[in-house]
Each structure stands twice: as structure tokens, then as C-alpha cells.
T-cell receptor, first 116, second 115 residues
Framework: DTAVSQTPKYLVTQMGNDKSIKCEQN?????MYWYKQDSKKFLKIMFSYNNKELIINETVPNRFSPKSPDKAHLNLHINSLELGDSAVYFC???????????????FGPGTRLTVL | SQKIEQNSEALNIQEGKTATLTCNYT??????LQWYRQDPGRGPVFLLL?????KEKRKERLKVTFDTTLKQSLFHITASQPADSATYLCALDSLSGAGSYQLTFGKGTKLSVIP
């Protein structure tokens, strides 16, 4: 009965590889997000989707591509991985449309990505 | 430039005392402010949301204040317990240029409650 789940929890890969992280929420929320938490612990928004529509697309290299097959899923695909991509990636969700007001966000457990 | 600063990286207090964590910001005009708790190896957990026109919000042993003149929020935990030990994140909720509310997080304060 996990609210926001991510797979895998750990991902170790070589530079140049392509990898995906999956996220699912069973809360019935309309909005989903991807955040990156770097080694300095700053948590930064990368993308946000509302009902499969891209809402927020921060300055992120275009090697990162989110995909939302339905409103319960938001996957993150990363091409040509670089050392600097090593971080913890969090998926989150919230009820309602963030264009209409702020909402508390529910975070997944995180995916620790290590690029060697 | 825009900045969010949480008073200290680490704060140690004695069990039973009140912990006070500070969040200061510059060059933001947040309409709302949120506080989250993060335990090691886990995702942040929402605690409280306060609006710019609210001075204070309470939830059980937690209290948050929001002073838009001072550009500061204070987060208090009364009667602190060792189980309150965690990193607490302040997050400003501002309307982005794209017309959506967006959270910008501070670095967090690691609170340790000593028995």
C-alpha cells in the first residue's frame, strides 16, 4: 500500500549508458514531479506533470526526458549518463493542479544513481 | 540573487526543550511556505503549509510562523523527543513564470534531540 513508489532504489552504471527510473503513485493525484538531490543535499525541481501534461521543465540537460504514460506514472529516462548525474532522484505527487494553488507533496523513497 | 538559508546545518538540543529552526530568504516573494521532514535514506515528508497572510500555524507539537516583512519563517518543536531527530527542510512556494506553483527548498537543518 505504498503511496509513491520508485524503482530501482539503487542504480549503478557506467558513463555513457542510458537508464530509466520508474515512478508510480496510487493516491489518485493529478500532479507528479521529479526532483534531484545532489551531494550537497539541495533538493531541486526538475519536471512536473499535471494529468500527463508537462507543466514545469526546469533548466535540465535534454539528456533527461520525462514520460507520463498516464496520470499515475511518471518515468525518467536519462541518456548518455555523466559523472555529474550521480545523485538521489525523488519522485513526488500532489493533489490538484499546481497552476491553481500550492499543495503538499508526497515523496517516494528515492533512487540513488551512481555513475562510474 | 535568490537565496534560502536555514540557520544552521546542525542543531543539538536536550530532550524536552523547544527546538527553533530558522528559514530566511532573499529575492523571493513566496505566497506560501512549507516545511518537510527528511530522515536518512528516505524522501521528505510534509509537515505544515502556511500562507503569506497567516502569521502562525500549529499542528500538535509543531508551530510555524511566517513573517513576509522580515522574510523569515520560524519552525518550533515543543517538548522535543529523540524521535524528532531528522533533517527539516524549508520550502518556498512561489508562482513561477510558467504560471504554476513551484517549491524551492533550503538545504535543511539536521536536528538531533539528545536524551
Amino acid at each position: 500500500d505504498t503511496a509513491v513508489s520508485q524503482t530501482p532504489k539503487y542504480l549503478v552504471t557506467q558513463m555513457g549508458n542510458d537508464k530509466s527510473i520508474k515512478c508510480e503513485q496510487n493516491l489518485g493525484h493529478d500532479t507528479m514531479y521529479w526532483y534531484k538531490q545532489d551531494s550537497k543535499k539541495f533538493l531541486k525541481i526538475m519536471f512536473s506533470y499535471n494529468n500527463k501534461e508537462l507543466i514545469i521543465n526546469e533548466t535540465v540537460p535534454n539528456r533527461f526526458s520525462p514520460k507520463s504514460p498516464d496520470k499515475a506514472h511518471l518515468n525518467l529516462h536519462i541518456n548518455s549518463l555523466e559523472l555529474g548525474d550521480s545523485a538521489v532522484y525523488f519522485c513526488a505527487s500532489s493533489q490538484g493542479d499546481i497552476r491553481e494553488g500550492p499543495h503538499e507533496q508526497f515523496f517516494g523513497p528515492g533512487t540513488r544513481l551512481t555513475v562510474l | 540573487s535568490q537565496k534560502i538559508e536555514q540557520n544552521s546545518e546542525a542543531l543539538n538540543i536536550q530532550e524536552g526543550k523547544t527546538a527553533t529552526l530558522t528559514c530566511n530568504y532573499t529575492n523571493y516573494s513566496p505566497a506560501y511556505l512549507q516545511w518537510y521532514r527528511q530522515d536518512p535514506g528516505r524522501g521528505p515528508v510534509f509537515l505544515l503549509l502556511i500562507r503569506e497572510n497567516e502569521k502562525e500555524k500549529r499542528k500538535e507539537r509543531l508551530k510555524v510562523t511566517f513573517d513576509t516583512t522580515l522574510k523569515q519563517s520560524l519552525f518550533h518543536i515543543t517538548a522535543s523527543q529523540p524521535a524528532d531527530s531528522a533533517t527539516y527542510l524549508c520550502a518556498l512556494d512561489s508562482l513561477s513564470g510558467a504560471g504554476s506553483y513551484q517549491l524551492t527548498f533550503g538545504k535543511g537543518t539536521k536536528l538531533s534531540v539528545i536524551p
